[in-house]
């Protein structure tokens, strides 16, 4: 995911969406503002080039293209953890739609997910209460190929982080004839 980011911050003209689960804690309590206490501890730059939207993922990304869309580079980290088949290929779907105007056409769809086999995966959610949903890379894939508006995706790297405990997804949107 790094290198994706990389790649299009070469061009100092690209536009990014972030988009996630947000939680912070306080102790051992979540905040129930977390997304505000989350802004508030960005380096002022950032935060001033910074617009929430918190609410229900697909509706907020639709909101989010058609008020600020499209973008190169939507970046999905800690959330396809927590979403079921159907939300993720949703979530898939919705960004890389032409109509949704999410990614731009030859945009970067970059999301990560919590891999399988996971060495924690029975002290996570029996004694932390912390129930994810795991996939391998084949599961990406086939959430991928499935969720994907035909003829949208030119490629899809999935790659492991240094302790292979989480997948990282590179999706590339197609540039659409002009």
Known sequence: MTKAVQLVFEDSEVTV??????????GAIARPDALQYALTHLPPATRAQTAAAPG???????????????FDLVLAGGL????????ARALIRTTLSRLSRLSRPGG????????????????MTHIGRWNLVERTPADIEADVRAAAPPGTVTGLDITADATGLTRFATVRRADEPG
């Open 108 to 123: 970067t769809f970059c999301f990560s997910n919590i891999a399988t086999p996971n060495p924690y995966a029975a002290r």
């Open 56 to 70: 229900n993922v697909l509706r907020t990304a639709a909101h989010l293209a058609a008020d600020h869309g499209p």
């Open 80 to 87: 396809f953890d927590y979403l079921e088949e159907r939300f």
């Open 17 to 26: 969406a972030a988009i996630g689960v947000c939680t912070a804690l306080e």
